[in-house]
């Protein structure tokens, strides 16, 4: 099987790593605007490269540049008629979506949440009825860092960029639409995120179609380090992903001075535990999984884990949250289609 990469960024890298790692991929083709830079990850992964624009036929194509290049690369290779893996997000606008899906829609979106181990767990145990009926979904999303203003300035605002993944995961744990959203948007500590119009801190509270409450929150900035926790209670059960020993959280009730959370739990010795660093550290098993799931997808051999139209359905969450905090009141999701 030949898999080409477009992109040698970070994303290209992480997507090449992989690919290289999985048995079933023979060939791997790195393409750059930079020749350079195709060189050196593919001397990297014991790969080949091509020309910008001039790619081999392959079995499957991963599109890991920036979203405005994604009109121009999908138009290019949907012809071909083979299994796109494309980033999130497909686009900036539904408008964008709904072109880019008339052309193909034999992509695979990188929702890599959806691949995490614990955030399957739950998923697993809402659909087989373990958690019993489902109360309320909790979510909580903290950047270790704030972006540098030119990041910010194009990133498509914090609901679209950050709490995008959490939105997703609020429709696919759950089997249900959303109907409704209140959000909340401030800037607290981070003028940056003032000048670029957006928020450093956000909250949403969802309501599905069939009535399950769902609560997001996140902030752009933990000293800590990065933290992405999900909670589940239902009326069997209640379950936790991302509460682990590295999460970046302290125990007030460890004694007289808060001790991480690992520390508290007795899971490591004291100093050495280590806070996740950022979302790469966080989510690298899960982009493994579901690279190895693009290639069941380019094979046949399962459906499509993460559709156009879904990742169209969390934009317009994302799309419903901003306005909603915009304008201080509860948005139907319908509203923004």
Known sequence: ???????????????????????RVDEIVIANRNPARAEELAARVGGTTCAWGAWPDADGYAVTTST????????????????????????????????????????????????????????????????????????????????????IAGSGGTFRDMLVHDLDLARWITGSEIASAYATGTVRNHPDYTAADDFDVVTAT??????????VSGTRHDPVGHDIRMEAFGSRDSM????????????????????????????????????????????????????????????????NPCTPAEARAALALAIACDLSAREGRIVDVAEVG
């Open 240 to 303: 936790s992903a991302g509460l682990v020993p590295r999460t970046p959280l302290h125990a007030a009730e460890a004694g007289t001075e808060p001790e991480l959370l690992g520390e508290f739990l007795g899971d490591v010795p004291r100093g050495i535990i280590e806070p996740f660093a950022g979302f790469m550290d966080r989510f690298r098993p899960a982009f493994t999984a579901e690279t190895s799931a693009y290639v069941d997808f380019v094979l046949g051999e399962r459906d």
């Open 1 to 23: 099987m030949r898999i080409v990469v477009l992109g040698a960024g970070r994303m290209g890298v992480i997507r090449a790593e992989d690919l290289a790692a999985d048995g």
């Open 68 to 151: 405005d290049t994604h009109a121009e690369l999908i138009g290019a290779l949907a012809g071909r008629g083979k299994p796109l893996l494309v980033e999130k997000p497909l686009a900036m606008t539904l408008e964008e979506c709904d072109a880019l899906m008339a052309v193909t829609d034999n992509m695979q979106i990188g929702f890599q949440r959806r691949f995490d181990a614990g955030i399957r767990g739950i998923k697993e145990a809402v659909d087989s009825g373990r958690l019993g009926v489902l109360y309320s979904l909790t979510l909580t999303a903290h950047d270790i860092a704030p972006g540098t203003p030119e990041f």
């Open 206 to 215: 969802l309501t599905t179609d069939t009535g399950v409450p769902i609560l």
